[in-house]
């Protein structure tokens, strides 16, 4: 029944500078495959029109339409992907390997996550959501699926996150070099297993992330440094357009 | 390297009432496989001392041994257990399939279990924990090690639900009813897939206890009606002692 799917086109619906988008960009450049791509304009609500709604009812980026199949859930599509083009592999042979990176994948979802929105919508929605009326706010907010999303754009449309916030925050992402530096001891490659898999995939975003708001973070974990170095040298760093956050929707895609 | 650990013996630290120890339970249930069972006693705060955290990190049932392997995160284990236990399967074959029955049990674990805890805390631990002093609290608290479970010991020694959030966590609890029977209406039989998955014994914890605290839901429901019934007559659904909530620990023994 799959095999009539690997033929399929996929078309993903996603934000260049979302990390769950960049997730599943960057298993789409492991595995070789190419999308077309729709960008869904966060600022102006698209995630939370009908149309997206029912595409991902949860109403966050990404989605990935694969022929009249429709997916969502970033860690649950990169393993669709791998089950359907199972080379190059982007999970571990062995199944207790797996059982740590499924783990990892969801603390990072879990834990990281929240945190790292945080800086993430200061920079990139606060400037224009403090000028929305209450009205326009309220009528925003009652479009949104979920009530930790809603509580999300009301704080940074109303009460911004506080200097004191962003810095637990930090204190919460730096968990994720610790963590990682301590799996990376095993054998200082990767962080579950004997290959790049969805792990170091999902971790990269963040990463990415952390070096830009706290460069000098990194260097206290020699082995997440060179594995940073080591992953930015892939071909599906630069395929992916993992690139700065500041970076326009238009410099991303004239690279 | 997985072939060495299929004769390996389980440990199963759990709590015979907790809904991710009655996954797992479930899960060793179909496989035909035994394991040596380990009561965590969650009232004394077994889950939170140094020699259950050093197995697993997060403070909570289940934890699952499997030679000198260490397994926790109940819908990690399910998929583990069904790698190397392959026959019979509990994931459906095809890989879309997959992706729904993962994201099915994820919006479980995130939206259905905090709206379970409200009652099964209340019912379980409210009694005994509101007789704690301010300082034994204290103590207890600062050993927890994630933010959300801080929250409901606080709430449930200091705080007890309402009956208005009670309310509001059952209307939640029965949007698992509704999910089910759109989905079990693609062919009245599993949740996803052609046969029971992870996805239907990651629900029946939760049915079980929707069924007991509100006993007149499920008529409302026909696929999910004759879903249960199917369910309860397996072999597994008594073997992993799914009882009643009120049972005592003896009595779920003496079955």
Redo the contacts between chains.
């Keep these: 029944?799959?095999k009539s799917?690997v033929g399929q086109p996929f078309i993903l619906y996603h934000g260049w500078r979302s990390s769950a988008s960049r997730r599943v960009r960057l298993c789409l450049a492991e595995k070789g495959l190419s999308y077309e791509s729709r960008l869904v304009n966060m600022l102006k609500g698209e995630q939370h029109s009908p149309e997206y709604l029912s595409i991902n009812p949860n109403g966050v980026v990404p989605a990935l339409l694969?022929g009249d199949?429709v997916?969502?859930?970033s860690?649950?599509?990169a393993?669709?992907l791998d089950?359907?083009f199972p080379e190059p592999s982007i999970r571990p042979?062995?199944?207790?390997d797996?059982?740590v990176m499924?783990?990892f994948v969801?603390w990072v979802d879990d834990y990281c996550l929240p945190r790292l929105i945080v800086f993430n919508w200061s920079q990139a929605m606060q400037a224009a959501a403090t000028q929305w009326s209450d009205r326009e706010l309220a009528e925003r907010i009652a479009r949104v699926p979920s009530a930790s999303r809603k509580e999300a754009w009301t704080r940074v449309a109303r009460k911004p996150y506080s200097d004191e916030e962003k810095a637990d925050a930090m204190t919460g992402l730096l968990k994720l070099l610790e963590k990682m530096q301590a799996m990376l001891a095993n054998d200082h490659s990767w962080i579950v297993g004997e290959r790049l898999s969805i792990a170091d995939l999902a971790a990269i975003p963040f990463v990415m992330r952390i070096n830009e708001l706290n460069p000098s973070a990194i260097a206290n974990f020699p082995f997440v440094e060179s594995w940073w170095n080591r992953v930015r040298q892939r071909p599906s760093f630069s395929e992916a357009r993992i690139c700065a956050f500041t970076a326009t929707d238009a410099e991303v895609e004239a690279l």
Tied chains: 1, 2.
């Design positions: 029944m799959n799917y694969h199949r997916l969502y859930e860690s649950a599509i393993e669709y089950e359907l042979r062995d199944a207790y797996r059982l499924r783990n969801r």
